[in-house]
């Protein structure tokens, strides 16, 4: 079946990187997009990318240029979220996501605190 | 930016009685190549990810019960719950995937009366 497992939660100071993975298995990995999303403590979910599995290339919201990398190492079939410059606000449970035509399948969240 | 605006902000229904969830674009997401709204709806609960409901505005994801359905075009939408039952307390959200960057509506919390 189906699986997207997402690393584990992590404590990190302002101004600081994380490095997030989502594991794909059940599926031709490079046959789908994978798109990272983000939901902050009584907010709505936020888009913060997404990257084709298959040739490596990465879109982002004009919010996050500069300080998100998406990767993928296909033999792996593994995807990598790295959020950089790390304030309070990006305190939020981030999620990977397979999909093209909204996400049907959804990894389990990886909780990022930023804190001093 | 597509802004997704949700409405009402929460519900509250009998159990058995309808349910009606809107959605407005703030632009069509209406995709002319296929014909298609490029918009999905998705419930979450307490301490899951959301789950893909609905996608093309209308198309029930596999496994879905009958009971949810989507409906509208180019900037109005709505998702139904026909006959609410207990399990379907959730925060329901709207997704636009028609342009970058892809947003989400605020949520609607749908409890039981």
């Known amino acids: 079946q189906v699986q997207l497992v997402q690393s584990g939660a992590e404590v990190k100071k302002p101004g600081a990187s994380v490095k997030v993975s989502c594991t794909a298995s059940?599926?031709?990995?490079?046959?789908?997009?994978l798109h990272w999303v983000r939901q902050a403590p009584g907010q709505r979910l936020e888009w913060v990318g997404w990257?084709?599995?298959?040739?490596?290339?990465?879109k982002f919201p004009q919010s996050f240029q500069g300080r998100v990398t998406i990767t993928r190492d296909t033999s792996a079939r593994t995807s990598y979220m790295e959020l950089s410059s790390l304030r309070s606000e990006d305190t939020a449970i981030y999620y990977c996501a397979r999909g093209t035509s909204g996400y049907d399948y959804w990894g389990q969240g990886t909780l990022l605190t930023v804190s001093s | 930016d597509i802004v997704m605006t949700q409405s009402p902000d929460s519900l509250a229904v009998s159990l058995g009685e309808r349910a009606t969830l809107n959605c407005k674009s703030s632009?069509?997401?209406?995709?002319?190549?296929?014909?298609?709204?490029?918009l999905a709806w998705y419930q979450q609960k307490p301490g899951q990810p959301p789950k893909l409901l609905i996608y093309w505005a209308s198309t029930r994801e596999s496994g879905v019960p009958d009971r949810f359905s989507g409906s509208g075009s180019g900037t109005d939408f709505t998702l139904t719950i026909s006959s609410l039952q207990a399990e379907d307390v959730a925060v329901y959200y709207c997704h636009q995937y028609y342009s970058s960057p892809l947003t989400f509506g605020q949520g609607t919390k749908v409890e039981i009366k």
């Open positions: 990257i084709n599995t298959g040739n490596g290339n990465t």
């Open positions: 059940g599926y031709n990995f490079t046959a789908f997009a």
């Open positions: 632009q069509s997401v209406f995709f002319t190549s296929n014909n298609k709204n490029s």
